[in-house]
């Protein structure tokens, strides 16, 4: 079992920034994969970034370049540093863990973006 921990969603305006943190209940060396996803009313949960216990990562094509997905082992946290936010980018986030060929969601954490 892994608990999954959010926080650092909200409001911002459109150009702004957000970060968003998860912590597991595991430690991280243990977790395959942790990635975020986010869910906009009326649409399909999506896949946003996503980093491999290797350090690699993915991002989908409408992030890239303005999101960032890392991983600070010291804190046993991943972060999804989110910058040049749109009103597209409005959704419920939801951060994710992969373990032992068991999947894993956070609570999720809203991010508004005026414009």
């Known amino acids: 079992q892994v608990q999954l921990v959010e926080s650092g969603g909200g409001l911002v305006q459109a150009g702004g920034s957000l970060r968003l943190s998860c912590a597991p209940s595991?430690?991280?060396?243990?977790?395959?994969?942790m990635a975020w996803y986010r869910q906009a009313p009326g649409k399909q949960r999506e896949l946003v970034a996503v980093?491999?216990?290797?350090?690699?990562?993915n991002y989908e094509d409408s992030v890239k370049g303005r999101f960032t997905i890392s991983r600070d082992n010291a804190k046993n946290t991943v972060y999804l540093q989110m910058d040049s936010l749109k009103s597209e980018d409005t959704a419920v986030y939801y951060c994710?863990?992969?373990?032992?060929?068991?999947?894993?969601w956070g609570q999720g954490t809203q991010v508004t973006v005026s414009s």
């Open positions: 980093i491999f216990s290797s350090g690699s990562t």
């Open positions: 994710y863990a992969r373990l032992l060929n068991a999947d894993y």
């Open positions: 595991r430690s991280l060396y243990f977790i395959n994969r």
